[in-house]
């Protein structure tokens, strides 16, 4: 099972590389948005837990959405690897989310992050704005914000696996196919030293 993160900034193209990585090799995409409303959805115990924390304006806990992964995880037992999406987002998150794929007796074989510079994820996020029809892809203060957010985020997750030699930086600027091919060969690079 090869499981892989991958981060990048609102804006980077995360979405587009991510419905191309799951079709290439296959892999389930969890995202635990989508994960929560799910849950809430099909009114699982874990989904109403969720729902009363969303209810009251509340971040649903740590262990509630660990809890939706772990029956992800035992739900897709014969996928050839998972591929996260918005988690972890805390230190606090990569430990638990290690210790349950632990337990699974696999790990997160990659982390890899989208690398844009500010000037080009603003003018992505004010062209996406003008077809998205989101509010937050227009206005240029709310996109510097959603990105000092993003890069506060995920440097204390990206230290964590650096420590773990398991975290890896790709230009995000480029085609989407020359983005897709240095993703693809970051990946295969560490598959093949992941099975040897």
């Given at each position: ?33 989508n994960l ?11 989904g ?24 992800c995880?035992d ?8 591929l996260f ?6 230190t ?11 337990l ?18 603003i ?12 509010t ?11 990105f000092?957010?993003?890069k ?15 975290f890896?930086s ?27």
């Amino acid at each position: 099972m090869f499981n892989l993160i991958l981060f990048g900034p609102p804006g980077s193209g995360k979405g587009t590389q991510s419905e191309r990585l799951v079709s290439k090799y296959g892999l389930v995409h969890l995202s635990t948005g989508n994960l929560l409303r799910e849950e809430i959805v099909n009114r699982t115990p874990l989904g109403l837990e969720a729902k009363n924390f969303i209810d009251k304006g509340q971040l649903v806990p740590d262990e509630v959405v660990i809890g939706m992964i772990d029956s992800c995880l035992d739900h897709h037992k014969e996928a050839p690897g998972f591929l996260f999406d918005g988690f972890p987002r805390t230190t606090a998150q990569a430990e638990a989310l290690d210790k349950l794929l632990a337990l699974k007796k696999t790990e997160i074989g990659l982390v890899l992050a989208l690398e844009v510079s500010e000037e080009e994820l603003i003018k992505r996020l004010l062209n996406r704005g003008k077809t998205s029809g989101r509010t937050d892809d227009i206005n240029e203060s709310i996109i510097h914000q959603r990105f000092s957010v993003y890069k506060n985020e995920t440097a204390h997750i990206a230290e964590h696996y650096k420590k773990l030699k398991r975290f890896q930086s790709i230009k995000g600027e480029g085609t989407v196919e020359e983005i897709f091919n240095l993703v693809c060969l970051a990946i295969e690079k560490r598959m093949k030293n992941h099975s040897s």
